[in-house]
Each structure stands twice: as C-alpha cells, then as structure tokens.
C-alpha cells in the first residue's frame, strides 16, 4: 500500500489551526525571538537548569538531544524551521529560547493575506523538526524526559495563570483582541450557525469594556465559557442521543477497534489497552467503536457529558508530550510528501495511545449504551487536563466534565461492541468546528 493511498482517509492539513497556514510568518515572529535570546542572553529558569543538568548528567540523553538536531536535514525547507534564522542546532539554543517563551504567552501572528495565524505551539515550533528525527522519537518516548518537560511545562502554566501573561490579551496589532484576532474567533464560534454570526462577545462571557476583555491571564481567557443558552444540549432528554463532548471536527469513526494494536504503524489503528492505559474496564470495549475529533486552537476548550449517567472511574494517565509516529517524521518515504510540519499534528491516533491524557468512564443510565469512555488527549504544550467531576458524580447529558489548560487537543469517544452508534458526522469529513453538546450520533436499540 502506498503512503498516498493510506494516508487518503485522514486529513492533511494544520489540524485545529495551532500553527499558521502562513509559514513565513511564523518564520518572521520566531526569528525576532532568537535574536533576542543571542543579543540579549538571561540565566535560565530553575526548571530549565535542572532540565539542562538532566540533558548533562547521561550520556545516552545527552546524545539523543545533540543528535536531534544534528539529524534534521541542512537542506531547504529544513534550514528554514519553524524557528527561522538563526537556526537552533543544539540543545543549549533549544533551552535559550524555551527560557524566553516561558515568561509570554502565546501571540497571534498579524497579518493581510486573511490567513488564520496565531504562535498556539511556540515550543512545539521549536521541536517540529528534531521530533522528526530518529534521535528525536527515541528521545521523546523516554519516561524521564517527559518527566523533565512536565516540570517545565508546570512551571509555563503558572505564569499562564498569572496577570502577567495577560500582555498578549491586547488590542495590538499581535494581541488577542486585535480586530482581526476578534473576526477570527467570531468566525470559528458562528461555524455552528453560519446564518446567524455572532461577535466574539456575543459567544462568550467577557466584558470588552475591561482590559483584556475582563480576563485575568491568558489561561482565563483560553478556558473562556461561551455564554448561557449559546451551546443548548440538543435533544437533552432523549436518552439514545450522543451529545458533542467538545466543540471540535470530526477526525476518525473506528469500529472493531482491538485491545492490543500496532498503534505507531504508518495506518495509526487504535489500541484500547494502552488508550485506557491497561485499565481493567477495557475488555468491555474490545470490538467496538470509537469516534475521535481534534479542538481548534481558536474556539472553546471544556469537556461535556455525552450522556447522562455516573462517573464510574477517572483515571489520569500520564505519557509523553513532544512525541509522533515515526512515519510521520523523516522516516517518511515519501519525498513530495516529507514530514509532517506541524507535528504531532498527523498522529492524531498515535498519541491516544502515548500521549499525556484523561479517561473518564461513565455509566449511562440507558441500558442501551451502558458503560462508556470519554479520552481527554493532551499534545505538546496542552497537556493539562483538568476533571471538575469526581467518581460517583451524577451526571446529566451535556455537564461540564473538565477541560484542557493552553488550550485543547484531540478527544474520543469509546463504546462497548454491543452499542450500535449511527454517527451524524460522516467521512469526509467537512473542516469545521461541530458544536459542543450538539447531537453528533443516536444508538440504535436492538429490536
């Protein structure tokens, strides 16, 4: 089978938007950082000098961080990554500008050409190449690296939710509530009833009359609620009805999914035991379905009830952060083709199983359906899930259930074999948001 024929299913473009479309911008934005860091050099944060001493104290890690960029190819694209010029060729670049990106947030990218363009991954950016390399899949699935990360990407998220990173929540021409950052978001939030558009303000609490909108931090303002009534949950008391878990697009239906798979193979299948990281409740799904759909960089970040029913088990499962399939990275053999530019954007179904996420079962009260699972999967910079509900809550179709901190990634839905799920998304799949606790699918009741 060919690359192009395996890979026509899926969709090939910067899913949810968290890197521009415009790749000179993002270009333009990063190289004016790492001049920064060369002009201006700063001692690096306590989170990064441990992460330094870590790189520094084995020698086998030591290698995998200086062969991971050694290894990206010094031809173009590759000489122009998506850190610009100065390339970062070593670690100690890599650490300079981490060190400067973690005391900001995230920027939107101005520009005229009507792209959608914002900095969502500017770490991520950094990584895009070396986590294409050889040395860098290794790296990357190390537990104790991805230890490291966790501290550094801890200690990001507490500036995220302090005032200060409130700076880029401006009208300025590079922040959030420029007017074209406004029409932007206001497009994604009006996807759900293109009849009927609708300001950012008109979707979501906030007071425009207030400095940043009334936000207090930019992971305020990225875990912002849309307003009452704006998201009704679509037919709430029909029980056999699967409301949208999180406002997102369609990515993959799965059904006969197996309990044990080779998930980091060129076609990503699904494997249960290690999604739902070995839990003892996965035999009930072996054979059945999931749905996967991805989050938009630009839109609305809280998880919601499918179903109403109770909280059975929550189960955080930690993983890896900076990790994609191997044949999505230069092991790709396909040259027209390369690796993927926006990593781990085309290994959606890969980090289900590897990635940094959430399982919540849930107990549905109609028989029907039964016991259920909803996966929160964190990728790269947003991997902070956050469960607001405890086991043994009572839930009605439609709750808030949690949400991804630095934004949102991908989520799936996972249902037992003997639940027949009609799904009203259907491949292809249409690029745009569908509405959280809309209805996405009904079962079908055995006869």
């Known amino acids: 089978m060919s690359i192009e024929s395996h890979r026509a299913p899926f969709p090939r473009h910067r899913l949810g938007g968290w890197l521009p479309a415009d790749r000179q911008r993002l270009i333009k934005w990063t190289r004016g950082l790492v001049k920064k860091v060369n002009d201006d050099p700063q001692p690096l944060n306590d989170a990064l000098q441990q992460f330094k001493a870590f790189i520094e104290g084995d020698p086998t890690v030591r290698q995998l961080f200086t062969l991971m960029f050694e290894q990206v190819p010094a031809i173009p694209p590759y000489n122009q990554d998506p850190t610009g010029k100065p390339e970062i060729r070593n670690y100690d670049e890599m650490l300079a500008v981490f060190n400067l990106l973690m005391t900001q947030g995230p920027h939107w990218i101005y520009n005229t050409e009507g792209q959608k363009g914002l900095i969502g991954f500017p770490i991520n950016a950094v990584l895009d190449w070396p986590m294409g390399t050889v040395a860098g899949y290794a790296a990357f699935l190390r537990p104790d690296i991805n230890a490291q990360f966790k501290d550094v990407l801890d200690a990001w998220a507490k500036y995220l939710a302090s005032p200060d990173s409130a700076s880029v929540l401006s009208s300025d021409l590079e922040g959030w509530f420029c007017p074209e950052a406004l029409n932007v978001m206001a497009e994604v939030a009006s996807e759900a009833d293109p009849s009927h558009p609708v300001t950012f ?247």
């Open 201 to 447: 303000e008109e979707a979501f609490v906030c007071d425009p009359s207030k400095p940043a909108y009334g936000y207090t931090s930019w992971d305020d303002f990225f875990t912002r609620i849309f307003r009452e009534g704006r998201r009704p949950v679509e037919y709430p008391e029909e029980s056999i009805v699967i409301a949208n878990a999180c406002e997102s697009t369609p990515y993959r239906i799965a059904r006969n999914v197996k309990a044990m798979d080779k998930f980091w193979i060129k076609e990503q299948p699904y494997s249960l035991k290690d999604m739902l990281g070995g839990s003892e409740l996965t035999d009930q799904f072996v054979d059945g379905t999931v749905y996967q759909a991805f989050l938009s960089a630009l839109s609305y970040h809280r998880w919601h009830s499918p179903v109403t029913g109770r909280v059975e088990k929550i189960m955080q499962l930690p993983g890896s952060y900076y990790a994609e399939n191997y044949w999505e990275g230069f092991a790709n053999p396909n040259v027209s083709v390369g690796p993927d530019p926006a990593a781990p954007n085309n290994s959606q179904g890969y980090i289900c199983a590897i990635a940094t996420r959430v399982a919540v079962f849930i107990q549905a009260d109609d028989p029907t359906i039964g016991l259920m699972a909803f996966l929160a999967v964190g990728m790269a910079e947003v991997s902070s899930c956050e469960v607001f509900v405890k086991e043994g809550a009572t839930l009605k179709k439609g709750d808030d259930l949690g949400t991804f901190h630095f934004g949102g990634s991908t989520h799936c839905l996972i249902f037992r074999p003997e639940v027949n799920v009609k799904f009203t998304p259907q491949e292809p799949f249409k690029q745009i948001n569908v509405p959280v606790r809309s209805a996405i699918g009904f079962v079908v009741k055995p006869e």
